[in-house]
């Protein structure tokens, strides 16, 4: 039995599909072995993100008929904007319909051909916008260390940036930012002793610093959990701090927004939010409204509010460590300490017979959708291996990890034991599972469209 229960009842319902053996079998192999391609109809457990695919609430539901669709200035923009402000003590507000709109909009105005963007990471979509403005993504995250749990491991190793602003390429950092909770690095927290160090980094060189606020409440609610002196303190007010000691954030706001689809620009900078407005104003249309439709907006606000409830918070975090404990419990590699959002397994441990360039993150993968019809998402060598320049071997990820993530508020316990019995029935049969090979794909983002086949 878990420790926790949901803070939550439920009203509306959705039958889950319960394909057979055979279904499951066809699904794959009609998908070329690749998860995203099989059809959703054919998932009994969906953990391949929880981006997007939140249960929105009663009042989120009924927030929706209050939306106004008028083109400009909208009441829905308004009620969106004052809870943004109230949160994060930006003044400079701007909607967009998703994450990686928002990225592609203030990077593209910040940073210039030859520049440099620091991280603890860049997530993916993150690092591709840096790279469109003609800039270079680096990655600072703090060292791991095999064995040792760092309790905020997403944070940013400020004794390196602080040599790389007084080194040769000092000149060329244009900004700073902060994932929080760092999606790519086991989505683990960023302490607020570290967002502040990086500040006064940033504040010795002149340098603005940005957070990637797309999973801001988890972070703001591992705080409390982790950092000394931070116990008693509410996740709204910590999150209020993280946003005050930034210049300014976006987000994806299909995430921590607890909507279906969103994402934001929020500054403290007029001129450089005049200079986002004109942007989106091209590409997702008026500043007030930024791709998305006023009930959207009304969604939002109302997400925003519900998100920082220390009893969700708190179920959310107690869920991932439990979840984890189980799948741990049931022999698979799980690394830890668990965050808020997902679940990590180091599926190269389990498969160690299986060489990365065989793909056993995905072995992993696809032999948990034929077993029990669970999807969950490959982070290895299909993800973040390299071609190799000269035709031979990809070059491997530094990990085959495979991604359970959480959907918010959507899965219970008892779904969730079942794919802990899922897992553990992949697990007694690992040493006869195969690799897989690449036989069709795609430039950047391979692992959305590539074609495999066993090996
Ligand atoms: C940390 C982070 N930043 C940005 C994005 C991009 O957001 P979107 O998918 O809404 O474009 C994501 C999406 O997963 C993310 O996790």
Redesign the pocket.
């Known amino acids: 039995m878990p420790s926790f229960m949901e803070p939550f009842r439920i009203k509306a319902v959705e039958p889950i599909p319960f394909p057979t053996a055979d279904e499951r079998r066809e699904a794959l192999a009609a998908a070329g072995y690749n998860l995203f391609r099989v059809p959703a109809r054919r998932i009994t457990i969906d953990l391949l ?1 929880d ?2 695919t939140a249960a929105m609430s009663a009042a989120q539901w009924s927030a929706l008929l209050s939306g106004d669709e008028s083109y400009a200035g909208a009441r829905s923009f308004e009620r969106f904007e004052g809870v943004v402000r109230d949160l994060t003590g930006f003044s400079e507000v701007l909607p967009v319909h ?4 928002a ?1 592609r909009i203030l990077l593209g105005n910040v940073l210039r051909l030859g520049d440099i963007s620091v991280s603890n990471t860049h ?1 993916d ?2 690092r591709a916008s840096v790279e469109a403005a003609g800039a270079e993504a680096v990655d600072l995250p703090v060292p791991a260390y095999e064995g040792v749990a760092n309790p905020f491991g997403g944070d940013l190793d400020l004794d390196a940036l602080a040599e790389l602003l007084t080194g040769r390429s000092g000149g060329r950092i244009r900004c700073v930012v902060l ?1 929080v909770t760092n ?2 690095n086991g989505g683990q927290p960023v302490s607020l002793l570290n967002i502040a160090g990086a500040r006064k980094l940033c504040d010795e060189h002149g340098i603005p610093l940005f957070l ?1 606020a ?2 801001f409440a988890e972070n703001a609610y591992l705080i409390t959990e982790r950092e000394a002196g931070y116990a008693d303190s509410a996740p709204r007010e910590i999150a209020q701090t993280m946003f005050s000691l930034a210049d300014g954030c976006w ?5 921590d927004g607890m909507a279906n689809i969103g ?1 934001l620009i929020a500054l403290r900078d007029k001129e450089l939010a005049a200079h986002c407005a004109e942007q989106v104003i091209a590409v997702e249309g008026f500043p007030t409204y930024g791709g998305l439709a006023g009930r959207d907006l009304d969604a939002l606000a109302q997400g925003l509010l519900e998100v920082t409830d220390p009893d969700y918070l708190r179920y959310r975090a107690e869920t991932a460590r439990w979840f984890g404990e189980q799948l741990r419990l049931a022999g698979l590699p799980v690394l830890q300490p668990t965050g808020c959002h997902a679940v990590y397994v180091d599926a190269g441990l389990l498969l160690d017979h299986i060489p990365p360039q065989q793909l056993p993150a995905t072995a992993f993968a696809n032999e948990l959708y034929l077993a029990g019809a669970v999807r969950v998402c490959e982070l290895g060598t299909l993800v973040f291996g390299r071609r190799s320049p000269d035709g031979g071997p990809d070059i491997p990820a530094p990990r085959e990890l495979v991604r359970f993530a959480l959907p918010r508020r959507v899965y219970t316990a008892s779904h969730l034991e079942y794919v802990v019995d899922t897992a553990e029935e992949v697990r007694s049969k690992a040493a006869e599972l195969h690799g897989y090979r690449i036989v069709t794909q795609g430039g950047a983002l391979r692992q959305f469209t590539a074609g495999l086949q066993p090996v």
């Open positions: 993100t981006s997007g998703q994450g990686r709109a990225e997530f979509s993150t994932t999606n790519a990637d797309s999973r987000a994806s706001l299909k995430k994402g």
